[in-house]
């Protein structure tokens, strides 16, 4: 079976032939890493009443796949969607570089479409650690590489387009399809991609975050799809990639050093959950919150390149919208020394509110020029005749300044420790980190399961009963 | 002003079956039915049927039925198999004023929703309808970017709307699924049509799929973008979106009214030609060595259509010089004649490489109004049999309910036995006396 265009037959070839040993120690070290951070955002995500909502209609009591952070279990599919859901529900999830050289554009974030696609799998058959570390690394990288050698419309949001092709990959690299049928997977998810809208951020619409789950969903279903003989489109990069969703593609990009760059340690891990490049601002006003007093500020003022300037509502209605307002953000590190979850969570903190509400963000042009090489802000507070400034050229967490195991930890037990317990947080910690010597990665997945979530008594509104059904 | 969600999502959800007019519900029921019976079809064709039994042992509570066999799906899935089955055989109806097949996804939506909430018949088909017409009109407000297939694409938000209407969500609820939907709906590729590659009828169940899966999201809280339908038809799949136009007439003008009855199995642009042929041949039955060429004038769209020796079912579908001569040698243009033996009919094969294909400009000119085609069967002894289409039949002069029967019971019998065949379709031709759906199955 020759069906599918050579470049994807490539792809799909290296895909199947992967082996732990040929994968360098840094690939694998930023692979558990981000592993680990993508389960940790899920966790924590997963306490969205939304998210245990949806659990509580599409998940059973068994099934083969934990809906992390629920006390429902359900087939692969369905958990890779409530788990792909709930992994971006913070915004706290980690995203992917583009090479240098190439135009800047909105991260693909690629974990959380291969991770809950590949760790629902790996409970249906039983893989080890390793199997499911080198699906991931490899799904990781071709689902990268079809992003950056395409240009995705500005409007179009990547999440749900081409990040599931790794989710496709890695899945029937675990169900232990040949190369053909690897390609044939990789073709369907493809030629399944979305079109999602980058507005439902700005207007904080939660549907944004369901593109991942979907992808994750579409990743797993098809393996089952070419099992049962569907046909997939020769060439979808070329059309889906090359004219649709983006109008360009360049084949030469698409396998550039493959085997010798590894797309998963170009990722970075998010230290705030919200916007990415609203981070340099972030971290700006990080280093002002005590340098004035917070209850005297007139006026914020937030200079940065010509993308997060674009994240300047003042007044955010909703949990999402909060993630893409830079006003809430900085006036949160300001008034309460933290951006975290839960200063995105509630929007009634009326000290957050009023600062927000003097902060202007604007594009320098001289900062836009600099992209994509430095992400440049520059944030000054003003408080009476005082005035500090502080200006941040990149922020933290990327491959020029990776988290390390600690931080990482650090953050995987700020968010697990209160879904799933302290204990359970740090075996699945220490598992995670270790994940070549993990046997059954079943065992590992059950300690994400939260069994006093009660999603089991929550359901969605029906059949005209308006009123809420949470107990 | 009201938006186009806010408006439309108020018209779905104030819609009852006693307020529209009599002609226009005896078309929904139609359509309900040629739709099952095509769906029917498609789930026996062996990979959907192994689709179906790998996603009926894969699912979490499967509630509902898989047509045509005796297993069951989560509501997702069985959306997803439904409308994949629906779209197989080419042979569901469409819209071409939309353009585009509405039914095909808001009818899985329906089976997928109604499943285990004793949904009345008069509901189903009053759900469905309220999908049908508001996908139909945004199909009619939106222009889709060039190579992609509408299947997937606006007709996903019909499915939503349908899906939400029989979760028993309020007008906020539809409005939210609707808006969830739009940006759940597929980057279609035409190419795929064109290849015979089988993931073009995934499309159409992915995306009936998408549509239950944002009423869903609707109902458990998840909230979508005002205005999608304009951001995603307007720019990202679609490249330009008229609401006026999409809004015209709400609740006057019924767009299923619009719609069309396939009685060939494939593409509906070929449909002309095919029908003009028999127009030519007047009941005559020719021999393919009688005949020395049959030239085909058609609008662009259909003329393109030129592979003479189609490597599969699917691609043949899309063959102007297959349908032709295995209409001419098999004498009908039903599911058979697109199938491997027709395919590998040397006398279907030889004949194909006689049919000459021509776009005329001025027939390009007149569609949409118009789908012309012309053919001239040019015989060896010097005969020319000849016709003309403007439009193909089941569209203008809507099928008699003979030749729907018959239609339906030709593809149901394909999964099902005759008896229950015939036992279906009458429940269906009587859907809105049915107390419960869920019995139809």
């Not at chain 1, 999440?159 to 997977?185: E, K, N």
């Not at chain 1, 569907?230 to 593609?249: A, K, L, M, N, Y």
């Not at chain 1, 949160?332 to 003097?358: C, H, I, K, N, Q």
Request: glycine share 10%; aromatic share 4%.
């Amino acid at each position: 079976m020759t069906r599918t265009d050579s470049s994807l037959a490539t792809l799909a070839e290296w895909v199947g032939s992967v082996d732990l040993e040929s994968i360098p120690a840094e690939a694998l070290t930023a692979a558990r890493l981000v592993v680990l951070d993508t389960i940790g955002v899920a966790l924590g995500g997963s306490e969205a009443e939304e998210v245990q909502r949806l659990a509580g209609d599409l998940g059973s009591g068994t099934g083969p796949a934990t809906i992390i952070g629920t006390d429902r279990r359900a087939p692969a599919a369905v958990a890779a969607l409530v788990n792909g859901t709930s992994s971006t529900w913070l915004d706290f999830d980690s995203g992917h570089v583009h090479p240098p050289g190439t135009p800047l554009l909105p991260a693909g974030h690629m974990p959380v479409h291969v991770l809950p696609a590949a760790l629902a799998t790996a409970e249906r058959v039983g893989s080890s650690g390793r199997d499911l570390l080198a699906a991931f690394v490899t799904g990781y990288d071709v689902a990268a590489r079809v992003g950056v050698s395409s240009r995705l419309r500005i409007d179009i949001h990547p999440h749900g387009t081409y990040p599931s092709v790794g989710a496709a990959a890695a899945v029937a690299r675990l169900r232990g399809l040949d190369p053909d049928g690897i390609a044939a997977a990789m073709a369907i998810a493809l030629g399944l991609t979305i079109v999602p809208s980058f507005e439902n951020g700005y207007q904080g619409k939660s549907v944004r975050n369901a593109y991942a789950g979907h992808g994750a969903r579409i990743g797993v279903l098809a393996t089952d799809l070419v099992l049962a003989g569907v046909v997939p489109e020769r060439d979808p990069i070329g059309t889906v990639f090359g004219s649709i969703v983006s109008p360009t593609h360049d084949p030469e990009l698409l396998l550039e050093d493959l085997g010798t760059r590894w797309e998963c340690t170009r990722g970075y891990l998010k230290p705030f959950p919200s916007v990415r490049y609203g981070h340099p601002a972030i971290e700006a006003a990080e280093s002002l919150r005590d340098a004035v007093d917070a209850g005297r500020i007139d006026r914020v003022l937030v200079e940065t390149y010509d993308l997060p300037a674009t994240l300047d509502e003042r007044r955010p209605t909703s949990e999402l919208g909060a993630k893409f307002s830079l006003p809430w953000a900085v006036a949160s590190m300001l008034v309460r020394g933290r951006a975290g979850p839960d200063e995105f969570r509630t929007l009634d903190d009326e000290a957050v509110r009023a600062v927000a509400a003097v902060v202007d963000v604007v594009e320098d042009p001289a900062m836009t020029a600099r992209t994509p090489g430095d992400r440049p802000a520059r944030v000054t507070v003003v408080a009476g005749d005082e005035e500090a400034t502080d200006e941040v050229d990149r922020s933290a967490g990327g491959p020029d300044a990776p988290m390390g195991p600690d931080a990482v930890t650090t953050k995987f037990r700020s968010l697990a420790d209160r879904v799933i317990g302290a204990e359970a947080a740090g075996t699945v910690a220490e598992q995670v980190l270790g994940l070549e010597s993990v046997d059954d990665v079943r065992r590992l997945a059950r300690l994400l399961a939260s069994p006093e979530s009660g999603a089991r008594g929550l359901q969605g509104r029906d059949l005209g009963d308006g009123d809420d059904v949470v107990g | 002003m009201a938006g186009f969600a806010e408006t439309v999502a108020t018209f779905a959800a104030d819609l009852t079956l006693d307020d529209v007019p009599d002609d226009v519900v005896d078309r929904a029921r139609e359509t309900l039915v040629d739709t099952i019976g095509v769906t029917l079809a498609g789930m026996s064709d062996p990979t959907v049927r192994d689709l179906a039994e790998r996603l009926a042992e894969d699912s979490a509570a499967p509630t509902t039925p898989l047509l045509g066999t005796d297993l069951a799906a989560d509501p997702l899935l069985a959306a997803l198999v439904h409308g994949t089955a629906g779209v197989w055989h080419d042979f569901d109806a469409g819209n071409r004023f939309a353009g585009g097949h509405p039914a095909v996804h808001a009818v899985p939506a329906a089976i997928s929703t109604s499943a285990g909430r004793a949904v009345s018949g008069a509901r189903f088909l009053e759900a469905i309808l309220a999908g049908y017409e508001v996908a139909a009109r945004i199909g009619r407000g939106t222009t889709l970017r060039q190579g992609m297939h509408p299947h997937g694409t606006w007709a996903t938000v019909g499915a939503a709307v349908t899906s939400a209407l029989l979760r028993g969500l309020d007008t906020d609820g539809v409005r939210e699924a609707l808006n969830a939907s739009t940006s759940l709906t597929i980057a279609t590729s035409w190419t795929a049509a064109f290849e015979g590659a089988t993931i073009r009828n995934v499309f159409a169940g992915a995306g009936a799929a998408s549509g239950v899966l944002a009423a869903e999201l609707a109902s458990v809280g998840f909230t979508g973008e005002r205005d999608g339908v304009a951001t995603v038809f307007g720019g990202l799949s679609g490249v330009s979106w008229d609401e006026e136009t999409a809004l015209e007439g709400l609740g006057d003008r019924w767009e299923i009214g619009f719609g069309y009855t396939k009685l060939l199995a494939s593409a509906r642009y070929l449909h002309p030609a095919v029908d003009a042929v028999v127009d030519a041949l007047d009941g005559r039955s020719l021999e393919p060595d009688e005949i020395e060429a049959i030239e085909v004038h058609t609008f662009d769209f259909a003329a393109s259509m030129t592979e003479v020796d189609p490597p599969n079912p699917l691609a043949a579908k899309f063959s102007l010089p297959h349908s032709v001569a295995a209409q001419i040698v098999l004498g009908d243009g039903g599911i058979p004649a697109f199938e491997d033996d027709a395919l590998g009919n040397p006398r279907i094969r030889d004949l194909a490489r006689r049919v000459e294909v021509a776009e005329d400009p001025a027939m390009t000119d007149r569609t949409p109004t118009e789908r012309p085609a012309s053919v001239r069967i040019r015989l060896r002894d010097g005969t020319v049999l000849s016709a003309e289409r403007s439009l193909p039949h089941g569209d203008a002069d809507p099928v008699s309910d003979e030749a729907l029967r018959s239609k339906f019971v030709a593809c149901a019998t394909r999964a099902i036995p005759e008896d229950r065949a015939h036992a279906l379709l009458d429940a269906l031709w009587d859907v809105t006396g049915v107390d419960d759906v869920a019995d139809l199955w």
